[in-house]
């Protein structure tokens, strides 16, 4: 079964930092992108940025609201795909999803499959 | 950046009917190098993960029921529910992925009448 599963959300303090990890399971992890989009309590969805397979480089792109803050890396080795995430203000409370893009490009698609999710409360 | 706008933010159909939900976008997703637009759409249940319904505007995904289906073309799409069933009581979203940063809808909630 093809499966993401993403760890590391909790509460942190406001200027702190968190890593998130994304680990893949069912399929060739390497050749995919991975994208992280978050949703707020009750709200719609954000994209906040993906990395590219080795094959297109590796290289990541960012949505202007974490662009400076967060970075995202991969681990294929690890199956694992890492959100870094710096200087946390209080309206990046969110719940966390990493997703696949099936597509095989360079290019950002769609998203399939969904993890469940890590919740990422930042409050004093 | 592009916009994408849904409507109506809610809609309430009865058990067999047709809900419609209607998706723009700011500027054409239309690349015209293969004519496909780059738009999807994503259903997502209370307490769930969105589950990926519909890609290139129109092309279901395997597994989802055939009276779920999308159609549209450069800025305006729809998705259309031909006959609501109960487990389709969802939230819907439309993605455009023409361009970065990729962007959402804001959601349309469907419930049952």
């Known amino acids: 079964e093809v499966q993401l599963v993403e760890s590391g959300g909790g509460l942190v303090q406001p200027g702190r930092s968190l890593r998130l990890s994304c680990t893949a399971s069912?399929?060739?992890?390497?050749?995919?992108?991975v994208s992280w989009v978050r949703q707020a309590p009750g709200q719609g969805l954000e994209w906040l940025g993906f990395?590219?397979?080795?094959?297109?480089?590796?290289?990541?792109e960012y949505a202007a609201s974490v662009r400076g803050r967060f970075i995202i890396s991969r681990d294929d080795s690890k199956n694992i795909a890492y959100l870094q995430m710096n200087s946390l203000r209080t309206e990046d409370t969110a719940l966390y999803y990493c997703?696949?893009?099936?597509?095989?490009?360079?290019?950002?698609?769609?998203?399939?499959?969904w993890g469940q999710g890590t919740l990422v409360t930042v409050s004093s | 950046d592009i916009a994408m706008t849904q409507s109506p933010d809610s809609l309430a159909v009865s058990l067999g009917e047709r809900a419609t939900i209607n998706c723009k976008s700011s500027?054409?997703?239309?690349?015209?190098?293969?004519?496909?637009?780059?738009l999807a759409w994503y259903q997502q249940k209370p307490g769930q993960p969105p589950k990926l319904l519909i890609y290139?505007?129109?092309t279901r995904e395997s597994g989802v029921p055939d009276r779920i289906s999308g159609s549209g073309s450069e800025t305006d799409f729809t998705l259309t529910i031909s006959s609501l069933q109960a487990e389709d009581v969802a939230v819907y979203y439309c993605?455009?992925?023409?361009?970065?940063?990729?962007?959402f809808g804001g959601g349309t909630k469907v419930e049952i009448k």
């Open positions: 997703a696949r893009d099936p597509s095989r490009t360079s290019h950002c698609n769609w998203f399939d499959p």
């Open positions: 069912g399929f060739t992890f390497g050749d995919y992108a």
């Open positions: 990395v590219r397979s080795k094959s297109y480089g590796g290289t990541s």
């Open positions: 500027q054409s997703v239309l690349y015209r190098s293969n004519n496909k637009n780059y």
């Open positions: 290139w505007a129109s």
């Open positions: 993605q455009q992925y023409y361009s970065t940063p990729l962007t």
